[in-house]
């Protein structure tokens, strides 16, 4: 527990007011947080005594400046040091509160905080609109100097918190931000961007390189330069927000020097700081004053504005021809769905939906669509009360409908739900409501036309009566209903459905964005209805959920292997749900799930194992991308591969004309008809005032996974096309110019998304069957003229490591296909992991170094320098057995490679002395024929391969025979790799005279291998191989397939070696294998 007297207390304390009070709510109230540590007796007299008089001294109001005093003890062991942090967030308000007395609650409020204050401040005021409207209503604006914010947890940026706590604590341990910690830290900058708050925000970010102390243990490294909060960790992206840079380092923020350019902007801030605040606050109040002059009108009098001189309502259902009592059948729960026992999260979203469809006195809230006027709804006796559920499918409107209903049923006399995707079903659910209250019976339901069943429903929730008939009763309790509209995607089909007045309540769910708003609100007397856009999941409900719904609450570490799931879901609750089912369903712990599903994500969207779910309402079926018109399709598929949270249009629209994929917008009449397609169903979102797009991430997910090898390829083109067309490239002159780094900081993202390339990249290498291998040269071919056209404008190690990737793996691709330009992307791969590795120290470029040996060496036999390639190979071999952990299996290639370079010289003794034990390793290790990975099965041919030049030819067969199985049960039935182990095995079943297995094995092999390019040496080998096999067998139809596949071989070895002019009959088994590179043979 946190209390004030602990070492960490915390205290608002008045530290000057340059005049008195002339009137209690006039002038500034300015609370000054300083960073870590900063008000210690050192510091004290500079921070309180200099230049905050100074820069108050700029104006002539009436300011009171006060300091917020505050300290973590980060060796507590109970609470964390950003839990403290946290705490004094709330204490602030409490001060807040005590501080500002209500004749001062006019007052407007500014904040300048310092560092790490700056997340204090958002919970504070986070709290604070919430719960103390006196704060909030204040609130005129906010300094954030040199403040972190990040609302990604998986932000590579959070070592940057740890680091700004080391400028003040010598001993901090670099575990004390942890996960955890940063989903909290996440949280509150993600909640403080929910707030939207409308008031001048000045970020002020470094330019200045801040220098830390390393342990003195640490060579060559003593102390470190770096900015700690650039513009880009500084920005909280509001939409009042200014940034400036400060030619300053981090702790010099706090003390902004006379004449500095910091100084200067900060007293330009302050002198406009009366007018702007004054009406900010203004505004504030007038809104809060509508409110309550409304409500305490109707308190006090029981009057409302709209039974003032009107006349009672004529009944509207006539039945002459029943002169006896009819009983409406109330209560009425038509209670369509069951409720969901496990539903979880989105409570505050039950409480705005009391205030709306239940409280006699709503209070208008935040996250809530704002009316043009805020009024009681009891104001108007006749108004029905509506409430809609926007979102995209999966985001849990429904559930969250369902919940409502289930949970408020007592506070209603009836409740319908009626499935609004379409007219007829409209109809079939306004015929159950009919004959559920027994306003018709069956034979009227049958013979009447939907439109009189129509009218006879809407008249009755209009004017809501127990009973009807000639012995009615004059007055009669009165009937609360409340009407669920689900799946409104369309809301003007609504129009003829809607009751022509009343006083019951509705919901509507739909992905329409507009339903909230728009011309059907309208036609109902509404300017627009209240109503919220649902958000995904906090990241701990999502995870909460996904623990109770999967029921591994007591699996070791659950919570967190929860959270890491959610945020692979996007927190998106039908996914989460979907997934937990599933998780259930196939017996999967929690850390399996993650391993499976980063595996075969689209099977798992795919799959219907929730009870109850149909292939039609799985993660992938719920958007219906399928049945979009191709424009929108095509405009789907881009925004899927940029960065999901800021899409400016300017990227979309500027280079559509030279973007070469079928039916992308081309104009702006079709990209704004596509848009709106795509906004309808709330697959994207859009901020009409910025001019930018965003796209939830679990969609683009689902889009790509729908996408070919070949359109993947054509959408990413095209995305690189758009960014391209708006990059602002220079000669050099300009290279600094704000305009241009301004443009660049926007399309940072989308090539930060692009880092997807070498990923794709890599999996075409794992794949490497068929024509895959070149689509892997693509992306990484890609990867690198995105990242060189940009230069390094983010994160320089992480540039570099997009950068060095994208050469290896085209060093790597061209290894495995013609060995062009291996070499040289393999020494520029090198060349840069050494460069880190001077720097940084990394272990993961230590290892890639040791890796990109290995490969140096394989691009070293393309060219035939056999010896360098050894050597290569050595050093790689060395490298690894250093920093591979005791216990842990090595990377094997370089062993096999420098085993398979020593057979191929003669020396199989000395080949089997080099990877025998490495073999064995393994074996003790994985087990006998493993199939962690495919290395085993490499090692097992490399070892036949020895045994037959040691004579060995029967432990040679065996050795094949175990390196097939195991190849195929990790490479699969058609890569290069198992083409190769087929030809092998298949040479040797033929001096065994098991011709009929050998057959199908080459002809396996030959399919595998088909007309690939790069193949074509192994294309040539085992058409040979086949043919003389087929004649041997002999007969009269081998022989014919005998002389067009000798033919062929032939037709394909003078394509590759020109100069040899030997006959067919003159070929031996050597003569072939020397075509091929010595990996593939």
């Not at 003890?73 to 807040?96: A, F, P, T």
């Not at 095209?718 to 110019?737: E, K």
């Amino acid at each position: 527990m946190l209390d004030r007297s602990s070492k960490n207390a915390s205290e608002l304390k008045l530290v000057f007011h340059l005049s008195e009070l002339r009137a209690p709510h006039n002038g500034l109230d300015i609370v000054v947080i300083p960073t870590l540590g900063a008000v210690d007796a050192a510091d004290k007299h500079r921070i309180q005594c200099s230049w905050l008089k100074l820069l108050v001294a700029s104006t002539d109001e009436d300011v009171r400046v006060f300091i917020f005093k505050w300290s973590v003890d980060i060796k507590r062991e109970d609470v964390n040091v950003w839990q403290q942090l946290l705490y004094h967030g709330r204490v602030l308000v409490d001060s807040l509160r005590q501080a500002r007395p209500l004749e001062t609650h006019r007052r407007p409020l500014h904040f300048i905080v310092h560092g790490l204050g700056g997340v204090m401040l958002k919970q504070a005021l986070y709290l604070a609109h919430y719960d103390y409207p006196a704060i909030r209503n204040a609130l005129a604006g906010i300094i954030f100097l040199g403040s972190p914010h990040l609302t990604y947890v998986d932000d590579y940026r959070w070592e940057t918190w740890r680091l700004l706590l080391k400028l003040r604590h010598k001993d901090v341990p670099k575990n004390i931000l942890r996960r955890t910690d940063i989903q909290l830290l996440a949280s509150v900058c993600d909640k403080f961007n929910g707030l939207n708050i409308q008031i001048p925000i000045l970020s002020v970010y470094e330019n200045i390189p801040t220098r830390i102390r390393n342990p003195v243990s640490i060579p060559l490294f003593h102390t470190t330069e770096q900015v700690r909060v650039d513009r880009r960790l500084a920005t909280v992206k509001a939409a009042c927000e200014e940034l400036f840079g400060a030619d300053e380092a981090h702790l010099d923020l706090g003390i902004a020097a006379q004449d500095t350019p910091l100084f200067k902007r900060l007293v330009i801030y302050l002198r406009k700081a009366p007018l702007v605040s004054t009406e900010v606050v203004t505004s504030a109040y007038r809104r809060l004053e509508l409110t309550i002059d409304d409500s305490d009108m109707q308190s006090r009098t029981g009057y409302t504005k709209s039974h003032a001189g009107k006349e009672p309502s004529p009944p509207l259902l006539e039945v002459e021809a029943m002169p006896q009592i009819k009983h409406v059948l109330l209560p009425c729960y038509s209670l369509e769905h069951n409720r969901n026992e496990k539903f979880f999260g989105q409570r505050r979203i039950l409480e705005q939906m009391d205030k709306v469809l239940i409280s006699s006195s709503p209070i208008s809230d935040s996250n809530m669509t704002p009316r043009t006027e805020v009024k009681s709804e009891s104001a108007e006796a006749s108004t029905l009360k509506t409430f809609v559920i926007c979102g995209m499918g999966g985001l849990g409107k429904s559930e969250i409908a369902i919940e409502y209903m289930h949970s408020r049923k007592s506070e209603f006399d009836a409740i319908f739900w009626v499935n609004s995707a379409s007219i007829q079903k409209l109809d079939a659910g306004f015929r159950d409501v009919a004959a559920k209250l027994g306003l018709q019976d069956e034979e009227s339901l049958l013979n009447d036309d939907p439109e009189a069943t129509r009218d006879i429903v809407k008249s009755w929730l209009a004017h809501p009566m127990r009973t009807f008939g000639a012995d009615s009763p004059q007055t009669q309790a009165p009937v609360n209903w409340l009407m669920v509209f689900d799946n409104a995607d369309e809301p003007e089909m609504l129009e003829n459905f809607w009751p022509p007045g009343g006083t019951g309540s509705i919901i509507i769910t739909s992905r329409d964005p507009l339903a909230k708003n728009g011309i059907f609100a309208q036609r109902t007397n509404k300017s627009k209805f209240i109503g919220i856009d649902i958000s995904p999941m906090l990241i701990e409900d999502a995870a909460k959920l996904l623990q109770n719904v999967s029921m591994r609450e007591d699996e070791h570490g659950s919570l967190e292997s929860c959270i890491k799931v959610a945020n692979l879901l996007d927190c998106l609750p039908l996914a989460i749900t979907q997934m937990a089912y599933q998780i259930q369903a196939m017996h999967l712990s929690l850390e399996e799930f993650i391993e499976y599903y980063e595996e075969d994500t689209a099977n798992f969207h795919e799959a219907a194992l929730v009870s109850g779910l149909t292939k039609q309402q799985t993660i992938a079926a719920t958007w219906s991308i399928e049945k979009l018109d191709p424009t929108s399709l095509a405009l789907l598929q881009v925004l899927s591969v940029l960065d999901a949270d800021v899409i400016q249009e300017d990227i979309l629209l500027t280079g559509a004309t030279k973007i070469q994929l079928d039916n992308y917008p081309k104009t702006r009449i079709e990209y704004f008809n596509a848009r709106k397609t795509l906004m309808k169903s709330s697959l994207v979102s859009r901020n009409v005032e910025l001019r930018f797009l965003r796209i939830h991430r679990i969609v683009q997910d689902v889009v790509r996974q729908k996408l070919s090898t070949e359109l993947l390829r054509d959408v990413y083109n095209g995305a690189v096309t758009l960014v391209s067309t708006v990059w602002p490239y220079t000669d050099g002159s300009g290279s600094m110019a704000t305009d241009r780094l301004r443009t660049i900081q926007q399309l940072l993202p989308h090539i930060a998304a692009f880092r997807l390339f070498n990923e794709v990249s890599w999996f075409c290498i794992l794949r490497s069957s068929e024509n895959i291998l070149l689509e892997g040269a693509k992306y990484s071919a890609l990867s690198r003229e995105a990242l060189l056209a940009i230069g390094d404008q983010g994160d320089a190690r992480r540039y570099t490591k997009l950068l060095s990737d994208s050469y290896r793996y085209s060093g790597i691709c061209s290894i495995e296909m013609d060995g062009v330009g291996a070499k040289e992307y393999c020494e520029k791969w090198m060349e840069m992991l050494i460069e880190q590795i001077t720097e940084h120290q990394d272990p993961t470029d230590i290892y890639s170094l040791a890796l990109s040996y290995s490969e140096y060496g394989l691009a070293l036999m393309h060219i035939k320098e056999e010896q360098e390639a050894l050597k290569s190979f050595e050093r790689s071999c060395d490298a690894l057995e250093e920093i591979t952990p005791p216990g842990e299996a090595v990377y094997c290639f370089p062993w096999k490679h420098r085993a398979r370079i020593m057979n191929y010289a003669g020396k199989p003794d000395i080949a089997e002395s080099i990877l025998a034990p490495i073999l064995k390793a393994r074996e003790k290790k994985f087990g006998i024929d493993d199939t962690v990975s495919i290395e085993t099965s490499h090692l097992l041919l490399c070892m036949a391969s020895i045994r037959h030049t040691q004579g060995r030819d029967q432990e040679a067969y065996e050795l094949e025979r175990r390196s097939l199985k195991t190849i195929k049960a990790t490479a699969g039935e058609r890569s290069l790799w198992t083409a190769q182990t087929q030809y092998n095995l298949a040479r040797t079943l033929i001096t065994r005279n098991e011709l009929q297995e050998a057959r199908e094995l080459l002809k396996q092999a030959m399919v595998t291998l088909g007309d690939i390019p790069w193949h074509k040496p192994s294309q040539a080998r085992v058409r040979w191989k086949l043919g003389r096999l087929l004649q041997y067998i002999g007969g009269q139809e081998n022989g014919k397939e005998a002389m067009v596949l000798l033919d062929r071989a032939m037709q394909l070895r003078h394509e590759i070696a020109p100069e040899d002019d030997r006959r067919e009959a003159e070929l031996t088994d050597d003569d072939w294998n020397s075509l091929i590179y010595i990996n593939h043979r």
